[in-house]
Each structure stands twice: as C-alpha cells, then as structure tokens.
C-alpha cells in the first residue's frame, strides 16, 4: 500500500487571512484536508458563512476552522483529543492573531456537556474510526445544531455511515475523499 503524502505547509486559501502560512504538519497521525477539498467546501458554503458560530471537530492543525474564521464566520470553537493537534491549532490561531476557543478532550465527552448551537459542524475524524456513529447521534439528540444548520462530513469515499436521523442534502467526490452534507 502506498503512503499518502499530505502537504505539509498549508496556506488559508482565501477571506482576511489570505496567503497567510500555517505551521508545518510534523505528525504523521494527522491528516489535513487537502487544499482542494477545503477549497470546494467553502466555496460552497460562501454565503453561508458570513455571522455563522462554528464547530471544528477534530480540529487536527485548525485549518478548518481558520479558514471558515477567515471567510467571516464570526465564531469557531476547536477541539481535538490529541495533544499536538491543539497544540499546533493554539500556534496557528496565535500567529493569525486570533482569539478562539480551544478544547482537549474526547470529542463525545465535548458534545456531552456542550450547550450551544452551531450553524455549521465540521467532522473530520481519523477515517475508519466509528467515530460519526458516536458523535451524530449526539449532535442531533442534544439539538447542538441550529435550524438552518449543516453537518459537512469528510471521509473516504468508499466509507458508508449510518448517519441517524439527519438527512443527506449533497455529497461530492474529490478522488479518495468524499464531502457529506446533512441537515435536520
């Protein structure tokens, strides 16, 4: 099996932030979206985003999450279990000059005690994991997304998923990796 290269220096493609470098992936056990994909979903969700609060689950380097801040979401909250990964999420947030909330823990343990809402969910858990069939369920039995909201999902394309009581709006290939859209 071949070892999938990632980029591992990544820019913010577009919004206030443009251009501006995040740190070097170091780690193997973190994957990035690849610039294409995230590409694609904010040029989709370009209107979208403009005042949205968003959940940048597994959060990995941020880059998500930072890119949905740079195209005007007005509120991201990061979280990911795995030491380095908040800590490289902490660096690029620093170096970018933005103040955002930050948490290491057990993605399910977060959604547990979370009491907001968000208007746009990002899941990009290690593929293969279990982890959307844990964390769905909780999404929407605790009402954690807004009326208009949407769940985007990243996973390889030949990974199916029980996704619950949420509905499939879109789905869009990028080679290996696929984008799920749900919403209530």
Request: charged share 30%; aromatic share 12%.
């Amino acid at each position: 099996m071949n070892k999938v290269c990632y980029n591992k220096f990544m820019r913010v493609d577009s919004g206030k932030f443009k251009g501006r470098r995040l740190v070097e992936n170091k780690y193997d056990h973190i994957r990035p979206t690849t610039d294409k994909v995230r590409q694609a979903l904010f040029v989709k969700l370009q209107f979208f985003l403009p005042g949205a609060k968003v959940l940048d689950l597994f959060c990995g380097t941020g880059a998500m999450g930072i890119e949905a801040l740079s195209r005007g979401a007005d509120d991201v909250v990061f979280v990911d279990k795995d030491a380095r990964s908040v800590q490289m999420t902490k660096t690029n947030l620093k170096n970018m000059e933005i103040t955002a909330k930050v948490f290491k823990c057990d993605a399910c343990a977060f959604l547990e005690r979370c009491q907001d809402k968000f208007d746009l969910i990002i899941l990009d858990p290690p593929y293969k994991s279990g982890l959307y069939e844990k964390v769905l369920p909780i999404i929407f039995d605790k009402q954690l997304l807004s009326d208009e909201g949407i769940v985007v999902c990243e996973h390889a394309k030949e990974d199916s998923f029980d996704y619950g009581k949420f509905i499939v709006f879109d789905e869009k290939k990028y080679g290996n990796i696929m984008l799920t859209y749900l919403k209530v």
